[in-house]
């Protein structure tokens, strides 16, 4: 069962881009979203260089390779659930920010775990 479609995942100024995301990426957040047992609100996906660069995003964004994705969080609560089923669901690259919690599969880069 998959709990996401493609569009979800999609450039705002690039329709049908939800393709562009990586599969083994796509595989592990549902993965994640399973063990939750929450929905995941999708605020960013695969990315453009061009709206990277309009929303902020660092020149080596792994959103630009499709192993990234931020979600909305509200509260605490479901700020804890979400992370700890990122982390089960085997995500080493977390980015906790107060609206949304970020994660990808950039092998490229080193474990981490920031704060925005």
């Keep these: ?3 996401f ?3 979800e995942f999609e450039d705002p100024t690039l ?3 939800g393709v ?6 796509l595989r592990m957040l549902n993965d994640a ?7 995941y609100k999708i605020t960013s996906g695969y990315r453009s260089i061009e709206h990277n660069k309009t929303v902020g995003g660092v020149i080596n964004s792994s959103h630009l390779t499709g192993k990234a994705a931020d979600i909305a969080v509200g509260g605490g609560s479901q700020r ?4 700890n089923s990122l982390i089960k669901a085997g995500f080493k690259r977390l980015g906790v920010a107060k609206t949304f919690i970020h994660c990808d599969t950039d092998e490229s880069k080193p474990n981490s775990v920031w704060t925005y």
Excluded: A, H, T, W
């Design 80 to 83: 804890y659930v979400i992370i």
């Design 15 to 17: 329709p049908g881009s």
């Design 33 to 39: 979203r399973k063990i939750s047992g929450i929905p």
């Design 20 to 25: 562009n995301m990586d599969v083994n990426f």
């Design 1 to 3: 069962m998959s709990y």
């Design 5 to 7: 479609e493609l569009q």
